[in-house]
């Protein structure tokens, strides 16, 4: 049974950091590429970030170098560190494996 599921979400203010982390069993790990992708009330679920099996990534064009997205295969862990929190940064951030399982979320709120 795949899992997916994630932590580290918070209230920060602007310009604060927040890591999330997103445990993953029941397939392996390793072989996949994984996503962060994130949803603000009232607008679609948008890519953050993805890295590929060999550790190669792309973020969204809002990053800006903000965000860094990382994996640990032995721990079967994905990583998303954030820094320079901006409040339109407020949403559930969510990871997904290649295969298209979801996990159920973590909000991210930063205050102004």
């Known amino acids: 049974q795949v899992q997916l599921v994630e932590s580290g979400g918070g209230s920060v203010q602007a310009g604060g950091s927040l890591t999330l ?55 079967k862990t994905l990583h998303l560190q954030m820094i320079s929190l901006q409040p339109e940064d407020t949403a559930v951030y969510y990871c997904k494996n290649q295969a298209g399982h979801w996990g159920q979320g973590t909000q991210v709120t930063v205050s102004s």
Do not use: H
């Open 21 to 75: 982390s997103c445990a993953a069993s029941g397939f392996s790990f390793s072989n996949q590429a994984m996503s962060w992708f994130r949803q603000s009330p009232g607008k679609q679920r948008e890519l953050v970030a993805r890295i590929s099996s060999s550790g190669t990534s792309n973020y969204g064009d809002f990053v800006k170098g903000r965000f860094t997205v990382s994996r640990d295969n032995a721990e």
